[in-house]
């Protein structure tokens, strides 16, 4: 089970993929990282476990078309089973979402339907919300609102400021990515259509 990875930033989501993989947990290889940003701190992280990299820098490309083209050539030339977003901060237009639809899944910070979108904690916490969370979910074109495939969720408490709440979710997204991420390559959890369908659902 192949799985292809994108990240912009510091890559700690990668990093729990990593080492469930590295401990037997899920019966899958990354057979590429790629990163938008030369400066992701991910593709140290890849490095260091031995995973091939690929940086496709955004700013050499004049449009979204254009980007998209060139990351969909190096992801078909992978056939990857699967493409896990885990912190990639560009948005990928409908062709490419379609193209890959039902083999890219992402990580977002919040409840969703909740707070799609930036800023989640800060806006989850101006609403006085009690529970926040993450959410995994199957990529469609419109920004946040696919099938969601799982949620972990995490209480708000008194004092809580944008960073120790993040910190909280983000320790929940490092338990429930790779969680999810085996789900899927143990074939217990696959897109139908527009729903989410389950190992033990009727069908
Ligand atoms: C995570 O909080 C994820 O929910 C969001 O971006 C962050 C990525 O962090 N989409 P990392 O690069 O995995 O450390």
Known sequence: FRIAVLISGGGTNLQAIIDAIRAGSIPATIT???SNRPAAGG????????I???VIDHRAFSSRAQYDAELAERLDALQPDLIVLAGFMRILGDDLVDRFSGRLINIHPSLLPAYRGLR???RALEAG???HGCSVHYVIPELDAGPVIAQAAVAIEPGDTAETLARRV???E?????????WIAEGRVALDGDRVRRDGDYH
């Open 32 to 34: 590429r990282v790629i």
């Open 43 to 50: 593709l140290d992280r890849a490095a260091q476990a031995g």
């Open 52 to 54: 091939a990299t690929d």
């Open 120 to 122: 989640t904690h800060e």
């Open 129 to 131: 919300e009690h529970r």
């Open 170 to 172: 983000q320790a929940m």
């Open 174 to 182: 490092h338990r429930l990515y790779p969680e999810v991420v085996r």
